[in-house]
């Protein structure tokens, strides 16, 4: 199986959640950790987190710092964290990158493995839940100067995925819920 990177996008000042949901705690486990766990136990390797808002504090969490990634102009929007990552990618061996974000703790390793299964240069695939297109997203490396050139505002790669013919929906629904956390009161229980 092609190598598949682990990009965990953690930059965002969380506005409507009173601060940066990669600080948060679910069950005594800040997102961040999570997060990075659930992309190890589903495969993912080399990883990558783009890293913004409070960056300090979110860094200090980390086990390796070395794998963080600051985006400069991470305030713009998620497009800003996708290209940071992507980026930092071009300097590894990876064949493509699995790209989760920090505030969906109801991705499971598996919903990862699953969608880590498709991997290679020219894939483009997404888990899907029921049938809706969700996260994680799959980005082969022959895609990511495409997807680069794209990625503005909040969108990240929603616009360079909405033009693919080729997009492999992978159904998740039967391992987890792809629901992410928008407030506080999210994290009281599971979807």
Same mark, same amino acid.
């Given at each position: ?6 990009? %965990? ?10 601060? $940066?949901?990669?600080l948060?705690?679910?069950d005594?486990?800040?997102? %961040? ?6 992309? =190890?136990?589903?495969?993912c390797? $080399? ?9 300090d504090?979110?860094?200090?969490? %980390? ?9 400069? !102009?991470?305030? =713009? ?14 300097? =590894? ?6 790209? &989760? ?8 390793? !598996? ?21 809706? $297109?969700? &996260?994680?997203?799959? %980005? ?13 505002? !909040? ?11 080729d ?25």
């Amino acid at each position: 199986m092609a190598e598949a990177g682990g990009l %965990l996008l953690a930059a965002g000042a969380g506005r409507r959640f009173g601060g $940066p949901k990669a600080l948060a705690e679910l069950d005594g486990e800040p997102l %961040l950790l999570r997060a990075l766990r659930t992309l =190890t136990e589903g495969g993912c390797g $080399p990883i990558r987190v783009v890293l913004g808002a409070q960056a300090d504090d979110v860094r200090a969490l %980390l086990p390796d710092p070395s794998i963080a990634v600051e985006a400069e !102009d991470w305030s =713009t929007g998620m497009g800003a964290s996708l290209r940071a990552g992507l980026d930092a990618f071009t300097e =590894t061996e990876a064949a493509s990158v699995l790209v &989760h974000l920090v505030d969906l703790p109801w991705v499971g390793p !598996d919903i990862i493995a699953r969608v880590r299964a498709t991997a290679g240069p020219e894939a483009a695939a997404r888990a899907s839940y029921d049938g809706v $297109p969700g &996260h994680p997203v799959l %980005l082969g490396r022959r895609w990511w100067p495409e997807i680069a050139d794209t990625a503005r505002g !909040d969108r990240g790669a929603r616009d360079w995925l909405a033009t693919r013919t080729d997009l492999q929906l992978v159904e998740c629904a039967d391992l987890g819920v792809g629901s992410d956390v928008d407030r506080p009161g999210d994290l009281r229980s599971k979807p």
